[in-house]
């Protein structure tokens, strides 16, 4: 007789209103596996995950554990089963103790002392630094990561479910989070991991379990399908390659910050000090890094939403724009995208036409007389959803009705399509998925070889090695000499995003 599986899902069900978030899903989980969930974003797979640690609770279907039939009530009684869970976002305060955070986070009351030294225990067995009295605040993510796993295996757990755990990491903190995954794996752990890394889940995980629409569509094992194979399953069809001329030469420079610095914006923001780069005609410039270390603030200050006392700071074809604000930017052909899609890029309770007079009436005129052309606007929101495939009732639908993922093709249309000089967009694809993020990566291509010089900053390194042409490192708010997509090493990037101020870290 075969032992049972560590989890077995049959016919899981869960509806909200007008979605049907799991359609009756079943798969199984096996003692000592690392199964991945893989599907785009809205395939299903947080609602499922949520179901199984007992944060919502399936309308039908059944969850069976080492083949007994369980109900989850909560996340509590998950912890008692022995399911351990590392969350997307950590939930951590970053005033107190490495130790405070655990104790906060741990079921039961253990003295200090007992719960040091059983952390110690924990972290040497698999390799973890971190010490225990640091406070949160001056760690790095990928060592607020290590806390959330060390309270996870304080429980001792028979299955751990990782929620996109190396999104936020660099390429180093990525192989020693898979050492400790594998040591776990050998001494019967089972794991559960949600990541949209197709690379990442060929390297570490034994299955692969694959949601579209809220249904199941495939099993498959990753070791026999390739990185494209698995998206294109995700996505229900063939995968579009980045196509750009041979050969390509860049033009003068068209956009050239010099000196630039900005205070931070509030005791929690990154001062940017001293940033200095140029982006030539036909150009992809990219900025990698760390979520936090003054990306936003980069983007606001490119912008013009932060303007500089210093006009000499930016200048886009020669002339200094420093000291001018967002609208007088757009003027000499400055457009961006900010990171955050509902309230900065879109407003939610407008039209879609509303939002395209936003940022393109000057340069498309959609202002005569000091009235909105409102016909001009509807025209271009139209143009905008055919050419971007945006799922959409049409220019008049609100913004907030449209997914996640449909409003950032909108607004990156929206920005692309006014032909803009230079184009400054955050994160591009965040939260599109295979299929989208390959026709916006073909439209930022396309609108380089118009000539145009665009910024892309992205913590996606895989989206910047494929669409850049010149990269460099944001940390600390400060920049790294960029370097050449062509010559670029990652571990050399990861040491410059895990580095201290810009100076690359030394390996530990």
């Known amino acids: ?85 590392v969350f997307q976002h950590f939930s951590l305060f970053e005033a107190m103790t490495v130790l405070e955070n655990i104790a906060l986070g741990m079921d039961a009351k253990i003295p200090a002392r007992d719960l040091e030294s059983r952390i110690l225990a924990v972290m040497g067995q698999y390799g973890l630094k971190l010490e225990p009295h640091r406070i949160v605040s001056t760690l790095s993510v990928g060592e607020r990561q290590r806390i959330e796993i060390v309270r996870a295996l304080l429980l001792n757990p028979k299955l751990l479910i990782m929620d996109e755990p190396t999104s936020v990491l660099t390429p180093q903190e990525v192989d020693q989070l898979f050492t400790v995954l594998r040591k776990l794996a050998q001494e019967g752990c089972s794991i559960l991991y949600i990541s949209h890394k197709l690379n990442e889940i060929k390297a570490l995980c034994d299955t692969a379990t694959i949601l579209r629409g809220g249904k199941l569509v495939d099993t498959c094992d990753p070791a026999v399908e390739t990185s494209r194979s698995m998206a294109e399953k995700m996505i229900g069809g063939s995968l579009k390659d980045i196509s750009r001329a041979a050969g390509r030469s860049f033009g003068a420079a068209k956009l050239a910050v010099k000196a630039l610095s900005l205070p931070a914006d509030g005791p929690f923001g990154t001062a940017l000090r001293d940033i200095s780069f140029t982006v030539r005609a036909g150009e992809i410039f990219g900025v990698a890094g760390v979520a936090g270390n003054g990306q936003n603030a980069l983007l606001l200050a490119l912008s013009g939403e932060a303007t500089n006392a210093n006009p000499a700071s930016v200048t886009v074809d020669g002339v200094d724009v420093g000291h001018l604000q967002a609208r007088a930017r757009r003027g000499h052909g400055v457009a961006s995208v900010p990171e955050e899609r509902n309230g900065h890029a879109a407003v939610p309770i ?159």
């Open 350 to 508: 407008f039209t879609l036409a509303d939002n395209a007079v936003l940022t393109a009436r000057d340069r498309l005129g959609m202002v005569r007389a000091g009235l909105i052309d409102t016909k001009a606007a509807r025209t271009y929101a139209g143009e905008v959803i055919e050419a971007f495939s945006v799922k959409a009732t049409g220019p008049s639908a609100m913004a907030e009705s449209l997914s996640g993922g449909n409003l950032q093709k909108y607004i990156m249309g929206r920005e692309i399509l006014q032909k803009p000089q230079v184009l400054v967009v955050s994160q591009p694809t965040w939260g599109v998925d295979a299929g989208a993020a390959a026709a916006i990566h073909q439209a930022l291509v396309d609108l380089a070889a118009t000539g145009s010089a665009i910024v892309v900053i992205s913590q996606d390194l895989d989206e910047l090695l494929s669409l850049c042409d010149t990269l460099a490192v944001i940390n600390g708010g400060r920049l790294s000499p960029p370097m050449a997509v062509a010559e670029a090493k990652i571990d050399e990037i990861g040491l410059l995003m895990g580095g201290i101020h810009g100076e690359v870290a030394h390996a530990h």
């Open 1 to 85: 007789m075969a032992s049972p599986a560590r989890l077995e899902l049959s016919g899981i069900t869960k509806r909200f209103p007008g979605v049907l978030a799991n359609d009756a899903v079943g798969f199984a989980v096996k003692p000592g596996e690392i199964h991945a969930l893989l599907g785009e974003n809205g395939a299903g797979k947080s609602t499922l995950v949520k179901m199984i640690y007992g944060i919502m609770q399936p309308d039908a279907g059944e969850i069976r554990w080492n083949g007994q039939r369980i109900s989850v009530a909560n996340p509590k009684a998950a912890r008692k089963l022995g399911i351990g869970m």
